[in-house]
């Protein structure tokens, strides 16, 4: 059987990408894997989050992953061994980037599930990181309600 030892577990930080995080967290708990909670910042939003430098970027996004995981996970978060981490950058390539980098054993995503045209114009971090991944791939699509929460809340 495969042993997983490291969980890299990407988020934007947004209500579909809990269910991915909440997935490795209970894989972290169940196999004793470390987990990894990776978030990569578009550095567009340098403006958005009121930042004047790449450094205070980060320590934002930082805070920011922190109190995503604490509204969210703080009933796995005492059970499983978790390391946050934020860079700047294309998500995608950060994400697989970081995977290689970390050593990890399976990277555990969200995916918003479109096809067709919102698809091909939006494309797909999840697609991109399962072609050029070193290692396996897992996508958890959020169930029907959360997407339809997710929405109306959008």
């Known amino acids: 059987m495969y042993n997983v030892k490291r969980i890299l577990a990407p988020t934007d930080l947004?209500?579909?990408s809990r269910a991915g995080v909440r997935y490795a967290l209970d894989l972290g708990r169940a196999t004793g894997a470390e987990?990894?909670?990776?978030?990569?910042?578009d550095i567009s939003d340098l403006a958005n989050y009121k930042a004047s430098s790449v450094e205070q970027l980060v320590a934002n996004h930082r805070k920011a992953l922190s109190r995503f995981l604490g509204e969210n996970f703080s009933d796995l978060l005492p059970l499983v061994e978790v390391r946050e981490k934020v860079e700047i950058g294309a998500a995608a390539k950060k994400i697989v980037t970081e995977a290689k980098s970390a050593g990890?054993?399976?990277?555990?995503l969200s995916t918003n599930g479109w096809t067709g045209l919102s698809h091909v114009l939006l494309g797909s971090v999840t697609e991109k990181v399962v072609r050029l991944a070193h290692c396996p791939v897992l996508s958890i699509r959020p169930s029907a309600s959360e997407r339809r929460h997710s929405r109306a809340a959008a």
Do not use: F, M, P, Q
């Open 14 to 16: 947004s209500e579909l």
């Open 35 to 41: 987990v990894t909670v990776y978030h990569a910042a």
């Open 104 to 108: 990890a054993d399976l990277i555990v």
